[in-house]
């Protein structure tokens, strides 16, 4: 039968064009919510957050979109390169408590 | 260290047998977490130590799990009676005081396998 939840949402992209990764959050009283880059073999890496004041914050080819209404937050990654491709995680936090991560996404860059 | 160290990287242990994995935090960082990734799976929490604090354990599945952090630096995860269920990447982190989730160093994991 089928197994629930072993597959990954995948994302494939042409190397160049633009990624925008998609997370739905479940507590709208979270202060900060925070994207993570996981490599295989490696454990997750910080990207970049955004409090919950915010709407908009940009990195360096990366910004994140956050909209309370709906509960969703966005990764965007400009000129998408081959290095960008790792399973990318959305993670919610409120004050101390632990960080609560969503299930993931596969972004696959195609050469 | 320069970043968290986790031991040992790959573990293959039998059904029913007990296991370890170590955690060491970045010096000076006085939170710790487990987390658990199942195959194709997000990171589920398992166990949150800070400071001289009572561990918040809610996230522990059984009573087979335990952890422990000694002297405040490294921590022990103890699976007793392993399952094949338990097969997973067992991940720890640590924070500075007073930085939420965008201060969290993550190490490279425990894989286990139970056959």
């Known amino acids: 039968g089928e197994s629930v939840g072993l597959h990954l949402p995948t994302l494939s992209v042409q190397e160049g064009d633009n990624s925008i990764i998609n997370c739905a959050y479940s507590?709208?009283?979270?202060?900060?919510f925070i994207w993570y880059k996981q490599e295989s073999g490696k454990g997750p890496q910080f990207i970049i957050d955004?409090?919950?004041?915010?709407d908009k914050r940009q990195g360096q080819r990366v910004t994140v979109l956050l909209n309370k209404t709906v509960k969703h937050l966005s990764l965007q990654i400009a000129a998408t390169q081959p290095g960008d491709s790792a399973v990318y995680f959305c993670?919610?936090?409120?004050?101390?408590?632990?960080?609560?991560f969503g299930k993931g996404t596969r972004l696959s860059v195609i050469a | 260290g320069a970043g968290v160290s986790q031991s040992p990287s790959n573990k293959v242990t039998e059904k029913g047998k007990d296991v370890e994995l170590r955690c060491d935090p970045i010096?000076?960082?006085?939170?710790l977490y487990w987390y658990r990734q199942s195959l194709g799976q997000g990171l589920e929490f398992l166990i949150y130590?800070?400071?001289?604090?009572?561990?918040?354990k809610s996230g522990l599945p059984s009573d087979r799990f335990s952890a422990e952090r000694t002297g405040g630096s490294v921590s022990t995860l103890t699976i007793q009676r392993t399952q094949q269920e338990d097969s997973a990447v067992y991940l720890c982190?640590?924070?500075?005081?007073?930085?939420?989730?965008?201060?969290?160093?993550f190490g490279s994991g425990t894989r286990l396998t139970v056959v």
């Open positions: 955004i409090r919950s004041n915010m």
């Open positions: 130590f800070q400071g001289n604090s009572a561990p918040d």
């Open positions: 507590n709208s009283a979270s202060d900060y």
């Open positions: 010096s000076g960082h006085t939170a």
């Open positions: 982190a640590s924070s500075q005081p007073g930085q939420g989730g965008y201060g969290y160093t």
């Open positions: 993670a919610e936090n409120k004050g101390n408590t632990p960080l609560v």
